[in-house]
């Protein structure tokens, strides 16, 4: 699970930027490093994972 700061950066980011999610979902990588937030190797495979799958429900 992402730390709690990384977390509440994302959130800051997301509440006023409606094209966030989709961009998120998009590359995921990318929107936490514009974002600013440094994430373990383990939580960026998890990160992947969740957008692989959120993508794919959005099909």
């Known amino acids: 699970m992402l730390a709690e700061d990384a977390l509440a950066t994302l959130v800051e980011r997301v509440l006023p930027d409606p094209q966030f999610l989709s961009r998120a979902?998009?590359?995921p990588e990318?929107?936490?490093a514009e974002a600013g937030v440094e994430v373990s190797p383990a939580e960026r495979?998890?990160?992947r994972e969740f957008?692989?799958?959120f993508a794919g429900k959005r099909a």
């Open 30 to 32: 990318r929107v936490l």
């Open 45 to 47: 495979e998890a990160t």
């Open 25 to 27: 979902v998009a590359d």
């Open 51 to 53: 957008a692989a799958r």
